[in-house]
């Protein structure tokens, strides 16, 4: 979020991320901001704590990490089961989510740790708490699982949804 405006990003069913400055009062302004970096659809945003980096997960299996000062690639990361979701820890580290989720060192582009389930749904969003230690799974086995990022273990299995979930907050 920049003083003085409401930062919003927006995707298309294309390979760019559209960054827009909202004013609200403050003197303030951006020109539009496209960020290129994957070659397919994009799944999923998000914004590190700070708000100085976005996250986005696409269909190409890369999770990108941009700069929101300069709209340059930070890191990429490549999943190679297409994370279909990803966001940040307040650490940095960002958490990605397919068939596996996986925790990245966007230092070294290494992952440090998988939590796995015994369905292996796919899993379409990941939403991580506020206090940042539970990491909330959903996708494509109806069902919620909630992770204590701590102590590397599932601590919640919520069931009874007729269909895929999407989207996923705490």
Not at 38 to 61: F, M, R, T, V
Not at 139 to 145: D, F, K, P, Q, T
Request: proline content about 2%; charged content about 20%; overall charge neutral.
């Amino acid at each position: 979020q920049e003083k003085g405006g409401n930062l919003v990003t927006l995707t298309r069913s294309s390979a760019a991320i559209l960054t827009l400055v909202l004013i609200t009062g403050g003197i303030y302004s951006q020109e539009p901001v496209i960020l290129r970096g994957h070659d397919g659809p994009i799944w999923s945003l998000a914004y590190s704590q700070n708000g100085k980096s976005i996250c986005s997960a696409a269909e190409d299996g890369h999770i990108i990490i941009w700069d929101t000062r300069t709209g340059k690639i930070k890191k990429s990361l490549f999943d190679e089961s297409h994370s279909n979701s990803a966001v940040f820890l307040s650490d940095g580290r960002v958490v990605s989510s397919r068939s596996k989720v996986r925790i990245w060192e966007p230092n070294s582009g290494r992952f440090s740790y998988i939590y796995e389930d015994e369905d292996a749904g796919i899993k379409r969003s990941v939403a991580l708490s506020p206090n940042g230690n539970l990491l909330a799974t959903g996708g494509a086995n109806n069902s919620i699982r909630i992770w204590d990022i701590n102590a590397k273990k599932e601590v919640a299995h919520l069931v009874g949804h007729d269909g895929n979930m999407y989207s996923l907050a705490f």
